[in-house]
Structure formats: structure tokens, C-alpha cells
């Protein structure tokens, strides 16, 4: 439903996005994750058809966005990072308006302004002035929007921004329930929410795409650089000596602390390392403790930030 | 047309859930009234001509009040992300916004009426006269909606919008007076053309002219134009 070719954005020689390209297909929700100032957005309002890319092409349905981005915008829901509001009409103007614009028959207007009010939890202030409503009305009144003509494709910039847990959790099931049979791309910083909710996630950092895999193969991409960590009494030298002679340890770093040794294996992907390394240690040392760290979601995020930035120093 | 209808909906509603368009209908009305009293007891003739030339000019400082808010208030409040994210064309976005303050310079326009009523009671005005000043006031007001809606879309501060567009409104109106400076006769004829009050003129003094109504909707139709020219561009 989504498809970025090549895409690139400049503002004059600044580029914020660089050599983008990834789908999304209809019933995937798609995470997009990054650092402030990634690209994230610039990318979001390309495929929204708010900006155009200055080389490349993107397509939403197989309408190029340059081309036909009126009959794209048909199939599009979107809430910017800012929900789009006015703060002097009331929800059902706000909403009434949307649905006229996007084309909804005018017979359903109101059973399909029901629905997205029902969704997302505005029956409360369904007659309120925008501008009396609380952050997290005011954010869910723009996924309302969004969500309003049932959309084949579902653009969502920090959605769940300024709600509170209760609310974040109200809104994942939405965002999950409507990504079952359309195509969804979030961007967000909530770490968790992407491990939740998406079936694929994209890291973008300095306008290029890192990685775009599942949340688990991103994390097994990453096992790579997992640690085992022990917590042993011996004496040093002969512990990193021990822990190095074992097959798959790449690197060790001890430490003391509160007179026992704290050993950091780095190790690679091959699987009973943790035994391998148990039966190196316990018959000469003190084995406390034992324990692989399995790479999170914000590990790997932080494992492809970093490599792509010590890459680029390094060039 | 539907969503230039839809538009137009939303448009008159946040002017009326706002205070600039009851304010600026106010100055204007308390306006010309005390210049339609003031002309009246000071010719003691029962017309609207010098009326209609200083509502003419109280328009020029009222509507850009207006217009001000059409476009730089989406860019400020960042609806404009979503006003070009919609199907929804520069065109239609261009016009319903306009025919929204359209309605706003048409109440102008209608309240100011209610001085023809001791005109009327008092004295023997010229219908004709006055009808076609009206029709001049009303194609005046348009082009200066226009030409303000055409800066609001280029800025996201509506001070700057208003204050850009009284001075463009001030140098159409008085442009005309720098024919007299001219040697060159180009120059005096386009001074002359381009003079919103030359063009004005006509009207209060009663006559309808192709020329003068022709030069207004080119005005009209070419800030709307370029207005909408400008949204495709910034995409």
C-alpha cells in the first residue's frame, strides 16, 4: 500500500532524508523509529503528500504522489505530530467537516462520525469547543479524524503523545484492531509501543534507513553483540584468561566490585555459550551468578544509531 | 462543489465563534455611519457620494482585518498540514475561504444599507446612483479580500498578513495620484489603470462600466489565482 523508491528530501543543501526505501503492506501496523530530527517526520508528510520528495518516488495504493496525490490522499488517514485542530469550533464540527471533505456519503456522516467518537473515547465532549478540551482529547480527537472515512492507509506521527496510560493502552487497540486489514506506519519514541503493536519496524537516523525487519529480528541481528554477564570471586587475570579460552567469547571485560569480579562477555550468535562458559569458570572460581542479557528493542536501537554513527566517524 | 461548500461552512463558523469578524463589522458600521451623518448634515444633500469614498476607505483598513486570519492562522495553528493532506484541491480551499469572507463584507455591506433609510424618509436620492455605488463598494471589498487572502497564505503571522495587506490596499488606492508626476505616458495610463479609486470613482458617480467591472474580477481573479498557484508551489 505504501512504497518509498529511492526517496530523498533537501531543503537547499541540507538533505533530511537520504536514499529511502521500504514498503508497507495492508494489514501490517510499521514502526518507524529514530532520533529527533532522524527524518522521521519529513518522511511521514512525504507520504502524506504534504511535501513532495526531491528525488524518488512515493506511492500510497499505486498513486504517485507527485502525480496523483489527489487520488491518494482518498485512501489516506493522517495525524500530524501536531494534532490538526480548531480550537473555535466544537468535536462535531471539527469531525463533520473532515468527513465532508473526505468524501463520505453524506447519508453516513453521522453513523461514521459515531464510530470514530465510539473508537476513540470522545462521546464525552462530542459537543465541547476544541479549545476547552484537555491534551489528551485533543490528541484523540486527531486520530478521530484520522481514523474518519475508513482509510486504506493509516499515517500516525507520536500518537500516543501527552495521553495517559489508560489511554495509551485505549488507543494501541484502536491503532490494532483498525491495522488488521490496512496498512499503518507509526512513528513514535515509545520503544515499547512498537514491540506492542508493530509487526515490522524501520530505524531511521540522519535521513537513512538502518534497518526495517521484525521487532525479534531485529533483536537476533543484534545477538551478535549479546553479553553474558558473571558475577564470580577469583582473582582477575586468571578469570579473563578462562573466559577467553572459551569457544564463541569474543571479548571480556572484568571489574571488581564489593570484592567480587564482574565479567562482561561479549560473545557471538551460537547457542549453549552460556553452559560452555559455566563449566569454564565454576570449577576454578566462586560462580555467583550467571546471566545472558538479551538485546531489547531499545538496545537495538541504540546498537544501529551507534554503529552507523562510529561508521561514519571512522570515514 | 461540495467540499467548497464544506469549506465555506467551516469558514463562517469560526468567524462567527471569533471576535475579528463582529469587531470589524462593528468599527466598520459605527464608521460609516458617523461619516454618512457628518456628509449629510454638512451638504444638507440627500446622496451617498462622499459616503461611499470614505467607506470605500474604511474598508481599506477593515478587511484586511478579515483576511488576515484565512490562511495564516492554518499555517500558525498547523491545520494546514491537514487542509493539504485531504483531497481537497488549492482551488476549492481558495474559493470557499474567500466566499466565507465574502459573507462577512456582504453583512458589511448590508448593514451600511440601513443609512439609506432617512435617506430615503428625508430627501429624494437617485436609486440608480446609489445601487451602482453599492455594486462598486461590494466588487472593491472583493478585491481587497483577495489580495489579503492572497497574503495571508504567504505568512504564519497574521499581523504581518493585515499590515502587508493595508499597504498593498493603500498603494492601489492611491497610485493614481502619481500620474500627475509622470512625463512618460505609459506610466500615467497604467498609474491611472491600476488606481482602485479612479476605478471606484466610477461608481459612486453612477455609472457601471464593462471597463471598471472588468478590471476588478481580473483583480479578484488573479490574487485567487495566484493565491492558489502558491499553495500548489509550497508543496
Known amino acids: 500500500m505504501i512504497a518509498l523508491e529511492s526517496v530523498s528530501k533537501k531543503y537547499g543543501a541540507r538533505t533530511v532524508v537520504q536514499d529511502l526505501s521500504f514498503t508497507v503492506e495492508k494489514g501490517e501496523i510499521v514502526g518507524f523509529l529514530g532520533p529527533n530530527g532522524a527524518g522521521k517526520t519529513t518522511t511521514i508528510r512525504m507520504i502524506a503528500g504534504y511535501i513532495t520528495a526531491t528525488s524518488g518516488r512515493v506511492t500510497v495504493g499505486g498513486n504517485d504522489m507527485a502525480s496523483a496525490q489527489q487520488k491518494a490522499a482518498r485512501l489516506i488517514g493522517y495525524l500530524p505530530e501536531r494534532p490538526p485542530l480548531y480550537d473555535n469550533l466544537d468535536v462535531r464540527s471539527y469531525l463533520r467537516f473532515v468527513a465532508r471533505i473526505k468524501e463520505v456519503p453524506r447519508s453516513s456522516v453521522d453513523i461514521e462520525m459515531e464510530r470514530v467518537a465510539r473508537a476513540c473515547r470522545l462521546e464525552d465532549v462530542f459537543r465541547k469547543e476544541i479549545f476547552k478540551l484537555s491534551k489528551g482529547y485533543r490528541q484523540r480527537l486527531g486520530l478521530a479524524q484520522a481514523l474518519l472515512g475508513e482509510p486504506e492507509v493509516l499515517l500516525l506521527d507520536e500518537p500516543t503523545i501527552g495521553l495517559d496510560p489508560g489511554q495509551i493502552q485505549e488507543t494501541r487497540s484502536v491503532i490494532q484492531e483498525f491495522g488488521k486489514d490496512r496498512a499503518v506506519l507509526i512513528s513514535t519514541h515509545i520503544l515499547p509501543e512498537v514491540t506492542l503493536i508493530c509487526q515490522r519496524v524501520a530505524i531511521i537516523n540522519h535521513g537513512r534507513l538502518l534497518a526495517i525487519d521484525t521487532p525479534e529480528g531485529l533483536q537476533r541481528a543484534a545477538e551478535e553483540s549479546a553479553i553474558v554477564a558473571l558475577r564470580v570471586g577469583g582473582e582477575t587475570r586468571a578469570l579473563r584468561q578462562a573466559l577467553l579460552a572459551v569457544d564463541g567469547v569474543t571479548a571480556v571485560d572484568v571489574e571488581e566490585a564489593d570484592g567480587d569480579l564482574i565479567a562482561q562477555c561479549r560473545i557471538d550468535d551460537r547457542s549453549g555459550i552460556e553452559a560452555a562458559i559455566a563449566r569454564a569458570v565454576a570449577p576454578h572460581f566462586d560462580l555467583h551468578r550467571l546471566e545472558r542479557r538479551q538485546p531489547t528493542l531499545e538496545s537495538v536501537f541504540l546498537h544501529y544509531i551507534n554503529e552507523r554513527e562510529t561508521t561514519e566517524a571512522a570515514a | ?235
Open chain 2, 1 to 235: 462543489m461540495s467540499k467548497v461548500l464544506a469549506v465555506y461552512q467551516k469558514e463562517l463558523g469560526q468567524y462567527f465563534r471569533s471576535p475579528i469578524a463582529y469587531f470589524a463589522v462593528a468599527v466598520f458600521l459605527i464608521g460609516t455611519g458617523y461619516f454618512f451623518t457628518y456628509n449629510i448634515f454638512l451638504t444638507g444633500i440627500a446622496t451617498m457620494t462622499e459616503t461611499f469614498q470614505s467607506m470605500a476607505i474604511l474598508l481599506l483598513l477593515v478587511l484586511p482585518a478579515v483576511s488576515m486570519r484565512l490562511f495564516a492562522a492554518e499555517h500558525e495553528s498547523g491545520t494546514m498540514e491537514l487542509l493539504q493532506t485531504l483531497p481537497l484541491q488549492p482551488w476549492q480551499l481558495v474559493l470557499g475561504k474567500f466566499l466565507g469572507a465574502v459573507t462577512i463584507l456582504l453583512l458589511m455591506t448590508a448593514g451600511s444599507m440601513i443609512d439609506l433609510v432617512p435617506l430615503y424618509l428625508f430627501g429624494h436620492p437617485e436609486t440608480s446612483t446609489i445601487l451602482a455605488g453599492f455594486i462598486g463598494f461590494f466588487l472593491l471589498g472583493m478585491a481587497c479580500l483577495a489580495i489579503g487572502q492572497f497574503f495571508s497564505s504567504l505568512t504564519e503571522n497574521q499581523i504581518v498578513a493585515a499590515l502587508v495587506t493595508v499597504s498593498v490596499l493603500l498603494a492601489f488606492w492611491f497610485v493614481g495620484h502619481l500620474e500627475s508626476f509622470q512625463t512618460s505616458y505609459v506610466l500615467r495610463s497604467l498609474f491611472a489603470y491600476l488606481s482602485f479609486s479612479a476605478h471606484f470613482a466610477q461608481f459612486v458617480l453612477g455609472l457601471i462600466r464593462s471597463e471598471a467591472v472588468m478590471f476588478f474580477a481580473v483583480v479578484i481573479a488573479m490574487a485567487l489565482t495566484l493565491n492558489a498557484s502558491y499553495l500548489e508551489w509550497r508543496r
